[in-house]
């Protein structure tokens, strides 16, 4: 019988080439239910169209060998209005299935799986559901579930699902109020911001060219749109273009395509197939009578954004696609180099098949808008006659291309705007193509000029919005929203069935019982260099670095800083891949011990290590630090992009976190070289020599200064990852370098630096992610490995956090993770300050009554061990890091291997150790100022995001003293720091911070709190004069900084302060604010003794006053 098949089998072999294409395609895939309808290859690999035969569902399959292998399920969905339901829908479809009924499923996957990304996407008229991973396991375990919670969604027969992740009425504190993930996401974007003003812009420019048609309509919803959706609205949605006829999978990478076929075949013929829905997407322009139109301009407005847009080609045509969008790149840079003071934004979309680009200009002075406008247009009309400067639309060209869709998104565009899933893919010669045709460009401008379809909107800055409506209800209303409260509460709050658990597709544990990492290690001294090598022999991109002590003093530290990022902008005009950087060096078992170093290294080809370190040599043995002109340019662009990134007071709430924190994460903050989005020293350092060119000459010859002291050969250590070859090069030309050198201490060490304030809260007016919450807690004993730890944070971010905040309260994001100093705990947006802190409270009690399915703690092992494996690949790969840290390779397997075999038990033994951490009370947070009000949890420090002022925070308590008589600076010392919130330990209580106070002296504790936070700096010589007797001029200026204001307007005058007195400034500021009143006939008496009275009753006003009283 096996021959006769056999033979059977060769004779249809023989045949098939006979049997039309079609019928050979349906023969390849048709016992999966598909037919293959074309091919296309690409230089990204092989594209396959295929449709399944019964229902009309495409699948397109990238065949291109990738470990990295994508699904994804799509559906066009053009919005039907602003209410928001395709964005409810990609919120709800991946929380369970008929199959899967977990309403929890993605908080499970996120922290079981092994993907690099998990997630759902809506876009303009098409929403998509995508992931990726490179475990072929984990690839059909996910394309399973989610091609079940598309097609069967758990939402189908769960209106609850609707209100968590889209919008409810909820019953809290006594009255109704909207609640809902997708609700809170939107409200973020109702607040009253400066973000908002670009929103209102960006939203203006589409209105105004497309009217009320679906092209401005918002498919992630509006508010007030919003709160008029309905559990039924988003079902008919649903249930409207949720078909398999207009369904489109797209899925690449290394799999057995059958396999995958053959499920999706399965789940295909159990849907109903329906009638193909009628899909037309489009947008119609409307020709404007009026280019230029106004809004929000007052007689009071200072600052407007001034946007620029025009009907763009369409996505279809990709060669006028990607030269629209870089000719509207040359326009938004040559307006910005205009007008340098405003910030350059561009906006856009794809609504409707329309690749439309704008430009908005932001921040304008009012008095210039007019020019904003002319000088946009004289812009315009030199490119369509000249054409755009060839380096800046080189620029332009690069952006465009870095900025090229995913062959995924390309996919699903060609699948939505031409019907043809292959319209718009393989565009990799369009940009080239352009290069060569620059006069191009000239035509396209005058196309932008002449256009009858284009639109200039000016909005004023500080113009309120609507407040969101509240709902109102009588009173039996508001007993049934309580009702309906708590039974979504309960259904929220129950447990996940473990039959379910168990029957979820997972990794196994034990598939991952071997330690992947293997890599030859050696170090050896020669010539007083020690020398790392990492035998990489496979690697594509071979790594050297070069470790020099220094002996860091905390007044360089800006310095040392602005060293690093000039001489890397050295590099990078040189076209060197090299770098400069700042190492604090600290041990894992000495945290508080620093070490540092002055880093040089890079990233070079293979047989090139030795070219590049020969370059390097050249470049510093030079004059990198003599070109004043560039230094100048250098500061002031620094200066602007700081500006711009700091627009994010997160950058502000991260600062104060990381100067609070452990020695290492305070250097960070202090020499932020290669992460200065975190230090508001370096900004304020950058701020103040940008202004002051006539210092440039000074601050260059402290780097040169710097850069002599540290470039010496005593001490060296080098580290080289890539092949032998390459290292023995590298080896010989580093030694070479470093032997022309000085010899110098080869001293590593760094001061102590103090702490700053213990909580912190940024209020603005300039961030869609109001109430960001960050709580951060320090170990008490740092634990001999994290293993338990690993584990336990996306345990924790799973079952209790995104439950708690974002399922239940309405948060952007939420999550909880360790490193080796503590715990960070974060909630972002949707949720107050104060419920946030509440919640991150509560993770040790919900930890030690946590139960867990036997299934579920081998899924966080599996992630656990996995984010192990992976941070592995710099962590454990570099021998100079392991020495530096005091950890081993024994360490790491050690670690690893406690990962696999923990239990429930050693998770729950951290709850005290997690609850000692929270009750640190480290918390720093962001939100609206209107918010910042009504925040009740005792802050140490507030700061003003508009300008970077930190004011310290008075309790609201303080006690009156009748005591008149004078005070010594010691003792006015004790009364403001016990009148601050701030009363956290003094650190370092051993170290005297002043020559004359001793450390066991009465008032040592108050004057270490107040100069570690920067209130008190003493005298020139290093002294206080703790027992001489404070004026009233000097307690002025110390309370100065207590006020968050710092206007003078109306202040009194008085007759003792006369101009230019030393402490003019902060008596005048303290009378204007009503601190200061003197005595009533016009004197201050600034030059006699306070009291402890006057001190008090200072000290009492300001807090009412930083209290809003």
Known sequence: MKKRLAAFATVLALLLPLVPAEAAAAGRYGQHGFTEVKTQ????????????????????????????????????????????????????????????????????????SVAQELNAYTSEDYTTYVFRTEAEQDFYNLADIYTTCVLFPLLRSEPNIFKQQGIRIEYSDGKARYNGIVYSELRLKSLDT????????????????????????DSGGAIPELLDLTYEDVMWVYDTYYRPSNMLVYTAGKQDIGKTLKMLDGYLNKTDKGETPAVTIQAQPIAQAQIVQEYNVTGSTQTVDIGFMAHGPSILDTGKMEAWGAMLTCLQRQLGEAFPEALPYTVGGNAGGIYNVGVILSEVPVEQKDEVVSVFQKLLEDAAQNGFPTALLDEALDQQQKAQQFAREEVFMGFTYAGDPFACIDRSDVIADLRQDM???????????????????????????????????????????KRDTEAFNAWLDQPDDPAVLAKLPTLDLNAFSEDPFSMEQTS???????????????????????????????????????????????????????????SSGERYDAPDTLQPAFALGGGVEAGKAADAVQAAAELLRGQPLADAAAFRTFLTERRDSLRAQYRDPYYYEYSM??????????????????FVGSSMSYKAFIEEAAANEGGDAALLEQMRTLLERVLQRTGVVAEFTGSRADFEAFRRAAAAFVAALPAGTGISSCEWISGGWPSALVVSSNTQDANHVMLTGQFRTPPENMAVYDVLGPLLTAKYMLPELRDKRGAYGASLLFDANGVTMVSSGGVSVDEAVAVFRGAA???????????????????????????????????????????TQADYAAERAAILSLTEDDLKACADELEAMVAQNRVFAQTTRAAGKNVQFPFAARVDAATGKVTPLLKTNI???????????????????????DQTAVEQPELARFADVSPDSAHAAALARLHDRGLLNGYADGSYQPDALLTRAEFCVIASTLSDSDSTAG???????????????????????????????????????????????????????????
Not at 528 to 538: C, I, K, S
Not at 665 to 672: A, L
Not at 1062 to 1074: C, G, L, T, V
Request: charged share 20%; hydrophobic share 35%.
């Open 439 to 481: 006069s191009y460009f000239k035509s396209l401008a005058a196309e932008l000029r002449d256009s009858k379809f284009q639109t200039i909107v000016i909005s004023g800055n500080g113009a309120a919005k609507h407040s969101i409506p509240e709902p109102r209800l009588d009173a039996a209303g508001l007993e049934q929203v």
């Open 41 to 112: 290859g690409t230089g990204e690999g092989t594209y396959h169209l295929l449709r399944h035969t019964d229902t009309g569902a495409q699948v397109v399959w990238l065949e291109n060998g990738s470990e990295t292998r994508e699904f994804a399920i799509g559906f066009r969905t053009p919005p039907e209005d602003s209410k928001g339901a395709n964005h409810v829908l990609e919120h709800s479809l991946l929380n369970g299935s008929e199959q899967y009924p977990l309403n929890d499923l993605m908080h499970i996957l996120r922290n079981s």
């Open 959 to 981: 006690p009156r003293s009748d005591d008149t008589a004078p005070v010594t600076r010691g003792e006015a010392a004790v009364l403001l720091a016990d009148s601050l919130t």
């Open 194 to 217: 400066d973000q908002n003003s670009l929103d209102f812009v960006s939203d203006k420019l589409y209105e105004n060219l497309y009217g009320d048609s679906p092209a401005t309509f």
């Open 524 to 582: 050896q001294t020669t010539d007083g260099v020690t020398w790392y090598f990492n035998e990489a022999t496979d690697t594509e991109a071979p790594a050297f670095s070069l470790y020099f002590p220094i002996e860091l003093r905390q007044e360089e530290a800006s310095v040392w800083c602005l060293l690093c990022e000039y001489l890397n902008d050295q590099f990078e005009e040189a076209g060197l891949s090299l770098y400069t950087g700042m």
């Open 1051 to 1109: 202040a009194p005058v008085f007759t003792d302060v006369y101009q230019g007195y030393w402490a003019q400034a902060a008596i005048e500021k303290m009378a204007a604010q009503n601190i200061l009143q003197g005595d009533g006939d016009g004197r201050f008496r600034p030059e006699e003794p306070i009291t402890a009275q006057e001190i008090t009753l200072i000290l009492q006003r300001l807090s009412a006053m930083n209290q809003g009283e």
């Open 845 to 887: 009690d919900y930890l030690r009554s946590m139960q867990l399915a036997p299934s579920e703690l081998a899924g966080f092992q599996v992630n656990a061990v996995n984010t192990f494996d992976m941070d592995a690949e710099w962590s454990r790969a570099s021998g100079l890091g392991l020495a530096r840290s005091g950890h």
């Open 657 to 674: 976190m990381l100067q609070s924190s452990t020695q290492a994460n305070r250097f960070m903050d202090r020499v932020p070289a290669g």
